[in-house]
C-alpha cells in the first residue's frame, strides 16, 4: 500500500481546521491523505483542533514541517496573516491551499501569485460558497438567460469585525458573483448604517453596466441571490442536490494530486480587489474604484 501524502496546516483558531482534520483522518473522505501537523496561533487552539480534528502532532513553529509534508492548508481567521505564513512553503515548492479570504491586497496577490507561477508550486484560494457544485449550477443558469441587469445578493458580513472586516464574511457574497459572471467588478460602494452595523448593503457595478446590490443580513446564517429578468425577480437557486465532500475539497485535493489549479490566479486577484474596494469603501463612505 501506498504511503499516505501528509499534509500540514497553519492555523487553529479557525473551526475550518477541526473539519479537515475530520474529513482527512476520521471520515477518510480522501484515502491516501493524512493531516499529519496543526500549528496553532495559541497553544491552546492548536490543542483543541489536535484532539476534535484527530490530528496527530503539534507543531510549535511552522516550518517544523518543512520536509515532512506533502502539502499545506493555510487557514487564520484574518486573511493578511495568509501570504507570509504559505510563503516559504510554496517557494519550497509544496502544493499550498489558503483558506479565504486570500489576503487583503491585490497588489500583494498579484506579487504573491506571480511568485508562485515563477517557481512552479500551485497554489488556490476561494470561498466554499462559490466553489460549489451548487453555484457551478447557477452559472449555467445564469448562461441561459439573457441581458440580466441586476443581481441582488443576501448574506451574512460584519463591517466591524474584527477579522478584517467586510473582507471576512464578505467575500461568500462577493466571489459567487465573480463565478456567475464573466463581466468584471470596476467600482463599489458600501452603505453603512451606523446604527448597531445593522442593515447595512453594498454596491457593485459591472464593466457592462450591471449592478449587483449586496444586502448584509443580521439575523439568520445563509446566502440568497436574486436577479431581474424580463418575467420579474427571479431567485437563483441550485438543482442539485448537495454532496459530501463538495467540489470546494474535491478539487483542492485534486490540485494537491496533480498540481493542476482548479481557479485561475487573475480570477483570485480580482476577487481581493473587489473586497479591498469594499473596505476602502466602508472608510471612506465614497465609491472607490476596484483595481485592475
Known sequence: MAKPKIIGIIGAENSHSIHFGKMFNVDKAFPGFEVKYIWGEKDEFAQVTKEKGA???????????????????????????????????????????????????????????KMARDVGTPVTSYSSIAHSYATEDMRKQVDEIKDINQVTCYGKADLNSIYGGFYF?????????????????????????????????????????????????????????????DEGIV???????????????????KMFE?????????????????????????????WETVMA
Open 55 to 113: 490530528i496527530p502532532i503539534i507543531v510549535k513553529d511552522q516550518k517544523d514541517m518543512m520536509g515532512k509534508i506533502d502539502a499545506l492548508i493555510v487557514d487564520h481567521r484574518r486573511g493578511d496573516m495568509h501570504l507570509a505564513a504559505a510563503t516559504p512553503f510554496v517557494k519550497a515548492g509544496i502544493p499550498t491551499f489558503i483558506d479565504k479570504p486570500f489576503c487583503f491586497s491585490s497588489k500583494e496577490a498579484k506579487e504573491f501569485l
Open 169 to 229: 464574511y464578505g467575500v461568500h457574497m462577493v466571489e459567487p458573483l465573480i463565478y456567475l459572471f464573466d463581466e468584471k467588478v470596476v467600482s463599489a460602494r458600501i452603505n453603512k448604517n451606523e446604527k448597531d452595523n445593522l442593515n447595512s448593503s453594498a454596491s457593485l457595478v459591472f464593466e457592462n453596466g450591471m449592478m449587483a446590490t449586496l444586502i448584509i443580513t443580521s439575523k439568520k446564517y445563509g446566502w440568497q441571490t436574486f436577479i431581474e429578468t
Open 235 to 253: 431567485e437563483l437557486k441550485p438543482r442539485v442536490e448537495k454532496v459530501d465532500p463538495d467540489k470546494t475539497y474535491i478539487d483542492m485535493v
Open 258 to 286: 496533480t498540481g493542476v489549479e482548479p481557479r485561475s490566479h487573475e480570477s483570485i486577484v480580482h476577487g481581493i480587489a473587489v473586497l479591498e474596494a469594499l473596505y476602502n469603501s466602508s472608510n471612506s463612505g465614497k
